[in-house]
Protein backbone atom coordinates (compact mmCIF):
# COMPACT_ATOMS: atom_id res chain seq x y z
CA UNK A 1 0.00 0.00 0.00
CA UNK A 2 1.59 3.51 -1.18
CA UNK A 3 1.41 5.89 2.21
CA UNK A 4 3.08 9.08 3.07
CA UNK A 5 3.86 10.40 6.50
CA UNK A 6 5.15 13.51 7.48
CA UNK A 7 7.05 14.16 10.82
CA UNK A 8 6.67 16.11 12.82
CA UNK A 9 2.74 17.05 13.04
CA UNK A 10 3.35 20.25 14.60
CA UNK A 11 6.46 22.64 14.55
CA UNK A 12 7.01 26.02 16.20
CA UNK A 13 10.09 27.42 16.01
CA UNK A 14 11.89 31.39 16.74
CA UNK A 15 11.51 33.91 13.27
CA UNK A 16 15.02 33.57 11.87
CA UNK A 17 15.68 29.76 12.43
CA UNK A 18 16.25 27.45 9.55
CA UNK A 19 14.42 24.25 9.71
CA UNK A 20 13.88 20.92 8.05
CA UNK A 21 10.44 19.39 7.61
CA UNK A 22 10.39 15.40 6.52
CA UNK A 23 8.13 13.57 4.69
CA UNK A 24 8.80 9.55 3.91
CA UNK A 25 7.36 7.15 1.92
CA UNK A 26 6.69 3.57 1.48
CA UNK A 27 6.93 2.64 -2.56
CA UNK A 28 10.07 3.95 -4.31
CA UNK A 29 8.44 3.81 -7.21
CA UNK A 30 7.59 7.14 -6.97
CA UNK A 31 6.68 9.92 -10.48
CA UNK A 32 7.33 12.83 -8.85
CA UNK A 33 7.33 14.44 -4.83
CA UNK A 34 5.14 17.61 -4.21
CA UNK A 35 5.53 20.03 -1.65
CA UNK A 36 2.09 22.28 -0.83
CA UNK A 37 1.75 25.04 1.42
CA UNK A 38 -2.14 25.29 3.00
CA UNK A 39 -2.90 28.37 5.02
CA UNK A 40 -6.03 27.95 7.41
CA UNK A 41 -9.12 27.26 5.45
CA UNK A 42 -7.41 27.54 2.30
CA UNK A 43 -6.73 25.78 -0.92
CA UNK A 44 -3.18 24.05 -1.69
CA UNK A 45 -0.68 26.22 -3.01
CA UNK A 46 2.46 24.16 -5.13
CA UNK A 47 5.47 25.21 -3.92
CA UNK A 48 8.15 22.85 -5.62
CA UNK A 49 8.03 19.59 -7.57
CA UNK A 50 10.96 17.43 -7.94
CA UNK A 51 10.80 14.58 -11.13
CA UNK A 52 12.12 11.14 -9.42
CA UNK A 53 14.82 11.78 -11.97
CA UNK A 54 15.83 14.78 -9.76
CA UNK A 55 17.15 14.93 -6.21
CA UNK A 56 16.39 18.86 -5.45
CA UNK A 57 14.59 21.39 -6.68
CA UNK A 58 15.35 25.58 -5.18
CA UNK A 59 12.91 28.35 -4.81
CA UNK A 60 13.52 31.05 -3.13
CA UNK A 61 14.61 30.28 0.68
CA UNK A 62 13.02 26.52 0.10
CA UNK A 63 14.72 23.72 -0.96
CA UNK A 64 13.02 20.02 -1.31
CA UNK A 65 15.41 17.12 -1.56
CA UNK A 66 14.40 13.50 -3.29
CA UNK A 67 16.16 10.50 -1.93
CA UNK A 68 13.95 7.29 -3.64
CA UNK A 69 16.26 4.81 -2.50
CA UNK A 70 15.39 5.67 1.64
CA UNK A 71 12.06 6.71 0.75
CA UNK A 72 12.63 10.34 2.23
CA UNK A 73 12.27 13.52 0.94
CA UNK A 74 12.71 17.17 3.14
CA UNK A 75 11.91 20.49 2.55
CA UNK A 76 14.54 23.07 4.03
CA UNK A 77 13.01 26.44 4.74
CA UNK A 78 15.82 29.00 4.87
CA UNK A 79 15.76 32.25 7.60
CA UNK A 80 12.15 31.48 8.26
CA UNK A 81 9.87 34.24 8.88
CA UNK A 82 5.98 34.66 10.72
CA UNK A 83 4.55 34.92 7.04
CA UNK A 84 5.88 31.43 6.62
CA UNK A 85 3.76 29.90 9.47
CA UNK A 86 0.94 27.37 7.00
CA UNK A 87 0.51 23.54 7.01
CA UNK A 88 2.93 22.08 4.84
CA UNK A 89 2.01 18.80 2.96
CA UNK A 90 4.36 16.36 0.71
CA UNK A 91 2.38 14.34 -1.95
CA UNK A 92 3.80 11.32 -4.01
CA UNK A 93 2.57 10.97 -7.98
CA UNK A 94 2.91 7.38 -8.74
CA UNK A 95 2.40 7.92 -12.53
CA UNK A 96 0.30 6.48 -14.68
CA UNK A 97 -2.33 8.72 -17.07
CA UNK A 98 -4.18 9.69 -13.79
CA UNK A 99 -1.52 11.71 -12.23
CA UNK A 100 -2.92 10.95 -8.53
CA UNK A 101 -1.30 11.96 -5.75
CA UNK A 102 -0.94 10.15 -1.99
CA UNK A 103 -1.17 12.75 0.31
CA UNK A 104 0.87 12.81 3.81
CA UNK A 105 -1.09 14.08 6.79
CA UNK A 106 1.00 17.79 6.85
CA UNK A 107 3.08 19.69 9.41
CA UNK A 108 1.57 22.59 10.72
CA UNK A 109 4.46 24.86 11.12
CA UNK A 110 4.53 28.10 13.50
CA UNK A 111 7.11 30.71 12.89
CA UNK A 112 6.73 32.97 16.21
CA UNK A 113 8.38 36.85 15.91
CA UNK B 1 -2.49 31.34 -17.65
CA UNK B 2 -4.44 28.98 -15.87
CA UNK B 3 -7.28 29.54 -12.92
CA UNK B 4 -9.40 27.16 -11.49
CA UNK B 5 -12.80 28.12 -9.79
CA UNK B 6 -14.36 26.50 -7.15
CA UNK B 7 -18.11 27.46 -5.81
CA UNK B 8 -19.53 27.78 -3.19
CA UNK B 9 -17.06 28.68 -1.09
CA UNK B 10 -18.98 27.70 2.49
CA UNK B 11 -22.15 25.88 2.57
CA UNK B 12 -24.80 24.46 5.10
CA UNK B 13 -26.82 21.43 4.18
CA UNK B 14 -29.30 19.17 6.39
CA UNK B 15 -28.80 15.57 6.57
CA UNK B 16 -30.87 14.11 3.74
CA UNK B 17 -30.86 17.05 0.87
CA UNK B 18 -28.35 16.75 -2.04
CA UNK B 19 -25.57 18.84 -3.07
CA UNK B 20 -23.86 20.23 -6.11
CA UNK B 21 -20.30 21.55 -6.03
CA UNK B 22 -18.70 23.22 -9.45
CA UNK B 23 -15.48 23.53 -10.59
CA UNK B 24 -13.95 24.90 -13.59
CA UNK B 25 -10.83 25.37 -15.19
CA UNK B 26 -9.28 28.20 -17.93
CA UNK B 27 -6.47 28.38 -19.70
CA UNK B 28 -5.78 24.77 -20.44
CA UNK B 29 -7.20 22.14 -22.60
CA UNK B 30 -8.14 18.76 -21.62
CA UNK B 31 -6.82 18.46 -18.12
CA UNK B 32 -6.90 15.66 -15.66
CA UNK B 33 -9.25 16.77 -13.11
CA UNK B 34 -9.56 15.47 -9.20
CA UNK B 35 -11.53 16.13 -6.23
CA UNK B 36 -10.24 15.55 -2.55
CA UNK B 37 -11.96 15.66 0.47
CA UNK B 38 -9.75 16.73 3.50
CA UNK B 39 -11.36 15.43 6.72
CA UNK B 40 -10.93 17.43 10.28
CA UNK B 41 -7.39 15.46 11.78
CA UNK B 42 -7.36 13.78 8.61
CA UNK B 43 -5.21 14.44 5.33
CA UNK B 44 -6.37 14.32 1.79
CA UNK B 45 -8.04 11.92 0.66
CA UNK B 46 -8.46 11.74 -3.50
CA UNK B 47 -12.48 10.53 -4.23
CA UNK B 48 -12.39 11.11 -7.85
CA UNK B 49 -10.61 11.86 -10.91
CA UNK B 50 -11.25 12.65 -14.57
CA UNK B 51 -8.44 12.16 -17.73
CA UNK B 52 -11.53 13.27 -20.05
CA UNK B 53 -15.02 14.41 -20.34
CA UNK B 54 -17.86 11.41 -19.35
CA UNK B 55 -14.32 9.46 -17.50
CA UNK B 56 -14.73 9.26 -14.21
CA UNK B 57 -12.91 6.93 -11.68
CA UNK B 58 -14.09 6.63 -7.95
CA UNK B 59 -10.84 6.13 -5.41
CA UNK B 60 -13.11 5.05 -2.88
CA UNK B 61 -16.98 3.95 -2.54
CA UNK B 62 -19.16 6.82 -0.78
CA UNK B 63 -22.21 8.69 -0.78
CA UNK B 64 -20.80 10.91 -3.53
CA UNK B 65 -20.68 11.51 -7.38
CA UNK B 66 -18.95 12.89 -9.88
CA UNK B 67 -19.41 14.15 -13.70
CA UNK B 68 -17.73 16.36 -16.16
CA UNK B 69 -20.30 17.27 -18.60
CA UNK B 70 -17.45 19.37 -20.22
CA UNK B 71 -13.59 19.56 -20.65
CA UNK B 72 -13.21 21.96 -17.67
CA UNK B 73 -16.04 21.17 -15.97
CA UNK B 74 -16.22 19.00 -12.88
CA UNK B 75 -18.95 18.64 -10.46
CA UNK B 76 -18.93 16.99 -7.10
CA UNK B 77 -22.80 15.60 -6.36
CA UNK B 78 -24.75 13.35 -3.65
CA UNK B 79 -28.46 13.01 -3.65
CA UNK B 80 -28.52 12.66 0.28
CA UNK B 81 -25.97 14.21 2.04
CA UNK B 82 -24.72 12.37 5.46
CA UNK B 83 -23.14 13.37 8.58
CA UNK B 84 -19.80 12.11 7.24
CA UNK B 85 -20.04 13.66 4.34
CA UNK B 86 -18.74 17.07 6.09
CA UNK B 87 -15.64 18.22 5.45
CA UNK B 88 -13.39 20.66 2.95
CA UNK B 89 -13.54 19.57 -0.70
CA UNK B 90 -11.02 20.76 -3.12
CA UNK B 91 -11.28 21.02 -6.89
CA UNK B 92 -7.70 20.29 -8.80
CA UNK B 93 -6.08 20.25 -12.24
CA UNK B 94 -3.16 19.07 -13.89
CA UNK B 95 -1.89 18.74 -17.14
CA UNK B 96 -1.97 15.11 -18.46
CA UNK B 97 1.15 12.42 -17.90
CA UNK B 98 2.92 12.70 -20.95
CA UNK B 99 1.86 16.61 -21.51
CA UNK B 100 3.88 19.70 -22.66
CA UNK B 101 4.84 21.40 -19.15
CA UNK B 102 7.00 23.38 -17.95
CA UNK B 103 6.26 22.28 -14.77
CA UNK B 104 6.29 18.59 -15.39
CA UNK B 105 3.09 17.22 -13.86
CA UNK B 106 2.15 20.08 -10.74
CA UNK B 107 -1.13 19.70 -9.39
CA UNK B 108 -3.45 23.03 -9.15
CA UNK B 109 -5.57 23.24 -6.19
CA UNK B 110 -8.92 25.14 -6.15
CA UNK B 111 -9.74 27.76 -3.09
CA UNK B 112 -12.03 25.11 -1.54
CA UNK B 113 -15.16 24.52 -0.34
CA UNK B 114 -16.11 23.79 2.95
CA UNK B 115 -19.35 21.83 3.52
CA UNK B 116 -20.90 21.44 6.86
CA UNK B 117 -23.85 18.53 7.23
CA UNK B 118 -26.17 19.22 9.94
Known amino acids: KQEVTQIPAALSVPEGENLVLNCSFT??????LQWFRQDPGKGLTSLLL?????REQTSGRLNASLDKSSGRSTLYIAASQPGDSATYLC????????????FGTGTLLAVQP | SQTIHQWPATLVQPVGSPLSLECTVE??????LYWYRQAAGRGLQLLFY??????ISSEVPQNLSASRPQDRQFILSSKKLLLSDSGFYLC?????????????????FGEGSWLTVV
Open chain 2, 50 to 55: SVGIGQ
Open chain 1, 91 to 102: AGTYGGATNKLI
Open chain 1, 27 to 32: DSAIYN
Open chain 2, 27 to 32: GTSNPN
Open chain 1, 50 to 54: IQSSQ
Open chain 2, 92 to 108: AWSVPTGGISLSGNTIY
